[in-house]
């Protein structure tokens, strides 16, 4: 397995940040996560803000990988696993656009390998997929407190069930 120097990111956006964050950044070959609001149309908002004031910002997570350890398609698969992608404005029990579900790509090369997996993620459901898939506006880091929240709060709320941490650590891309 070779790894590269060059690390690319990604940026998921998939209901609460904090149990998103804790998934992702246990799978092999993802090297950082932070959380933050993305895509909105205020500048810097505060959790606050993104709650009550209609900013537009999705609660979402950056993501840095290793592209010699693990594929942005395999990330994805695995992300699907833990959001209902028909839902709108709502994973678990957190309802509003904070709360969408989406995928934001810095990389122009990126949109082929997300549109495709969501060609492939249709086939399993009836209903339409729902995931926001657009290049990424802007993202602003989320207060120090949020940042590995379940790290800092095992006990805290997560819509994502510790099985899913579990799979999620042993998962190995196999096509790298």
């Given at each position: 397995?070779?790894?590269?120097?060059?690390?690319?990111?990604?940026?998921?956006?998939?209901?609460?940040?904090?149990?998103?964050?804790?998934?992702?950044?246990?799978?092999?070959?993802i090297?950082?996560?932070?959380?933050?609001?993305?895509?909105?149309?205020?500048?810097?908002?505060?959790?606050?803000?993104?709650?009550?004031?209609?900013?537009?910002?999705?609660?979402?997570?950056?993501?840095?990988?290793?592209?010699?350890?693990?594929?942005?398609?395999?990330?994805l698969?695995?992300?699907?696993?833990?959001?209902?992608?028909?839902?709108?404005?709502?994973?678990?029990?957190?309802?509003?656009?904070?709360?969408?579900?989406?995928?934001?790509?810095?990389?122009?090369?990126?949109?082929?390998?997300?549109?495709n997996?969501?060609?492939?993620?249709?086939?399993?459901?009836?209903?339409?997929?729902?995931?926001?898939?657009?290049?990424?506006?802007?993202?602003?880091?989320?207060?120090?407190?949020?940042?590995?929240?379940?790290?800092?709060?095992?006990?805290?709320?997560?819509?994502?069930?510790?099985?899913?941490?579990?799979?999620?650590?042993?998962?190995?891309?196999?096509?790298?």
């Amino acid at each position: 397995m070779s790894t590269s120097n060059q690390y690319k990111e990604i940026y998921l956006a998939g209901g609460c940040f904090w149990g998103t964050e804790k998934y992702l950044s246990g799978i092999k070959g993802i090297v950082n996560t932070d959380v933050g609001y993305a895509n909105g149309n205020t500048e810097n908002p505060s959790y606050e803000e993104v709650c009550r004031n209609n900013t537009g910002h999705a609660e979402t997570v950056r993501v840095v990988y290793d592209p010699g350890i693990i594929r942005l398609s395999f990330i994805l698969d695995l992300y699907y696993d833990v959001i209902n992608p028909t839902s709108v404005n709502r994973q678990g029990g957190d309802i509003g656009s904070q709360y969408r579900t989406g995928i934001y790509y810095i990389c122009e090369e990126d949109k082929e390998i997300i549109d495709n997996s969501i060609k492939e993620l249709q086939k399993k459901y009836v209903k339409p997929i729902a995931i926001e898939v657009l290049p990424l506006r802007n993202y602003y880091l989320a207060e120090e407190y949020h940042q590995k929240y379940l790290d800092k709060n095992p006990n805290g709320y997560c819509h994502i069930g510790s099985d899913k941490f579990e799979k999620a650590k042993l998962a190995i891309d196999p096509s790298v």
